[in-house]
Nanobody
Framework: QVHLVESGGGLVQPGGSLRLSCAAS????????MGWYRQVLGKQRESVAV???????YYAAFVKGRFTISRDNTKNTLYLQMNSLKPEDTAVYYCNVFRSTDRREFWGQGTQVTVSS
């Protein structure tokens, strides 16, 4: 079993920044892909940024140039740096990892991001 614990969400004004963290209970090298997704109540969960082994980072069009996904293998932690935040970025943000050896994916519990003045 893999446990993912997100942190770093909160309330921020438009134009502000937040950094989300996702701490994994196992080495990040265990995973074929790792990413961030978000969901607004009543809407489908959507991908925000994803790291896939051997590929360039993927960013949704609506965050390109504003968000950056990164990882720290020594801390088994995935990050999402969010700059120039907009009210429409308000959502619950989830961390996701996919393990290719058994084709299982795991989700964190989510962290709320609210962008409002």
């Amino acid at each position: 079993q893999v446990h993912l614990v997100e942190s770093g969400g909160g309330l921020v004004q438009p134009g502000g920044s937040l950094r989300l963290s996702c701490a994994a209970s196992v080495s990040l090298f265990s995973f074929y892909s790792m990413g961030w997704y978000r969901q607004v109540l009543g809407k489908q969960r959507e991908s925000v940024a994803v790291l896939t082994r051997g590929e360039n980072p993927y960013y949704a069009a609506f965050v390109k140039g504003r968000f950056t996904i990164s990882r720290d293998n020594t801390k088994n932690t995935l990050y999402l740096q969010m700059n120039s935040l907009k009210p429409e970025d308000t959502a619950v943000y989830y961390c996701n990892v996919f393990r290719s050896t058994d084709r299982r994916e795991f989700w964190g519990q989510g962290t709320q991001v609210t962008v409002s003045s």
